[in-house]
Nanobody, 126 residues
Framework: QVQLVESGGGLVQAGGSLSLSCAFS????????MAWFRQAPGKEREFVAA????????YYKDSVEGRFTISRDNAKNTVYLQMNSLKPEDTAIYYC???????????????????WGRGTQVTVSS
């Protein structure tokens, strides 16, 4: 059973920074990608950033590109999301994803059998 646990969320003022981590445990298939999604109150879950197994390819939602950076450490089974210049519209629950999704026309499509964390709250005050 694969488990993902996010951490690092919190309350920050606009313009500030937060760093999220997602550590996973359990057996996984090889060459899995990892991604971050978020869901704001009353809105659908949306793609934020993704990174391939090697870390050689990264993908971002347009509105976060240049402000957020996704990275991973396979030796530590951890993916990170560094968030800078945060805006109130970044307020959401951030979810970690692991699996075999794919990128197409500006968004990341999770795989049917992907794993998800329970989320961590990020609140940006104006």
């Amino acid at each position: 059973q694969v488990q993902l646990v996010e951490s690092g969320g919190g309350l920050v003022q606009a313009g500030g920074s937060l760093s999220l981590s997602c550590a996973f445990s359990g057996r996984t298939s090889s060459n899995y990608a990892m991604a971050w999604f978020r869901q704001a109150p009353g809105k659908e879950r949306e793609f934020v950033a993704a990174i391939t197994w090697s870390g050689g390819n990264t993908y971002y939602k347009d509105s976060v590109e240049g402000r957020f950076t996704i990275s991973r450490d396979n030796a530590k089974n951890t993916v990170y999301l560094q968030m800078n210049s945060l805006k109130p519209e970044d307020t959401a629950i951030y979810y970690c994803n692991l699996g075999h999704g794919s990128y197409y026309r500006g968004t990341w499509y999770p795989g049917i059998d992907d794993y998800w964390g329970r989320g961590t709250q990020v609140t940006v005050s104006s």
